[in-house]
DNA sequence: CCTGATTTCAGCCCGTCTGT
DNA sequence: ACAGACGGGCTGAAATCAGG
């Protein structure tokens, strides 16, 4: 068995890395004289089972191993981020995020694994400074986290191709559907001016997806980062807002990049949908100048977490994105709001 | 110019979410 | 519980491009 096979197996240890739950323990052998001839026979014949027994159960552990795919426990450093990384940075941000480090801070660790590749090239060393030995396959978030939490990650370690890695990835994210549309195309994009894949149909194909939504994914991956930078965030940008943003960018781009630069200035006071409104709008709207917009942007600390709308019967409307206010917090809140009005 | 491959687009369907 | 809105995905047709 190779050193890097015995690694994977969880056999031997990598520098940096924390042996999982060993994976074979030694039976103890008691060892007892017998008294008399017949009961060393006895013994003799009891312990040659015991043997056989013990060889059968590692065959059997082995056999077992065989194919599987080992976890080890690794130092978060000891991992890069792919080429093909996927994540805006907005992902590893808000309650959301945080809610996920808590959740693995509490149960005491990482304990789903991420999958990682060994870096190529990568040397095995045993100095100080941690030097990133893997490319992380998926599990960014996880992997963020534990990093942050300054914890060990529990891995997978897999060799796969770059094409492997990236349809690998590709499908992890879209089975949990937490890819943005944007985050996607920009992904497919990378993929395509890399060369993985000659065309998007074989690029859909690979990764068994509709050509439309590829082209849809690349179409947005392809706007100006202004227009992006005019959202409140990039994760929020549908797939159906592709074609009327390419659209307006092929209609008059300037114009759509005077509009975007002026909602990016004035931005909190709009939601996504009203962004792809004011960009693909072609009549001039007063919306950036009106006194009363229609949603404002409650920030805490520089950051969004909800915002505060009227709807179109006047209703006022208050959204705070989940983790912010807990049942328990409902009447204080309520509370809080009697003493406004009470002014 | 013709043909086949590729990309884009419009319209529809279905599942989920939200408001009543 | 129900209806309407919305988002995502699929299909088929049109437009575009590249090679012979």
Not at 4 to 14: P, T
Not at 106 to 133: F, K, W, Y
Request: charge should be neutral; proline fraction near 6%.
């Amino acid at each position: 068995m190779s050193k890097r096979l015995a690694a994977k197996a969880g056999l031997i240890q990598l520098p940096g890395t924390v042996p999982a739950e060993p994976v074979v323990t030694r039976a103890e052998v008691v060892e007892q004289k017998a008294k008399t001839a017949p009961g060393a026979m006895m013994q003799f014949l009891s312990s040659q089972s015991d043997a056989i027994k013990e060889a059968d159960t590692l065959r059997e552990q082995i056999r077992k191993l065989e194919g599987s795919t080992p976890v080890l426990s690794l130092q978060p450093e000891l991992v890069q981020l792919s080429k093909w990384a996927n994540r805006h940075v907005s992902s590893f941000d808000g309650p959301d995020f945080q809610q996920f480090k808590d959740e693995i801070s509490a149960s005491g660790g990482n304990v789903q694994p991420i999958r990682v590749r060994p870096l190529s090239g990568a040397r095995l060393r045993t100095g100080q400074d941690p030097v990133p030995q893997f490319e992380l396959i998926y599990g960014h978030r996880r992997h963020r986290a534990c990093l942050e939490l300054g914890i060990p990650v529990m891995a997978i370690v897999d060799d796969a191709t770059d094409q492997e890695l990236f349809e690998t990835m590709e499908r992890e994210n879209r089975n949990r559907k937490n890819l943005s549309a944007w985050e996607q195309g920009c992904m497919y994009q990378r993929a395509i001016d890399e060369g993985l894949y000659g065309s998007q149909r074989k690029l859909a194909e690979a990764i068994n997806v509709d050509v439309s939504m590829v082209s849809k994914s690349l179409a947005l991956a392809r706007l100006p980062d202004a227009v992006i930078e005019a959202f409140p965030s990039p994760l929020e940008i549908q797939f159906r807002w592709a074609q009327p943003l390419s659209e307006a960018l092929q209609k008059d781009p300037e114009g759509l990049m005077v509009r975007a630069r002026a909602i990016k200035l004035a931005k909190k006071l709009l939601t996504a949908a009203q962004v792809l409104e004011a960009l693909t709008s072609s009549e001039e709207r007063p919306v950036l100048n009106r006194s009363t917009p229609t949603a404002l942007s409650i920030d805490k600390a520089g950051e969004r977490i909800g915002q505060l709308a009227m709807d179109s019967r006047g209703r006022t409307v208050v959204k705070l994105d989940a983790g912010w206010l807990k049942s328990a917090d409902l009447e204080a809140f309520a509370r809080h709001l009697e003493a406004y009005f009470s002014r």
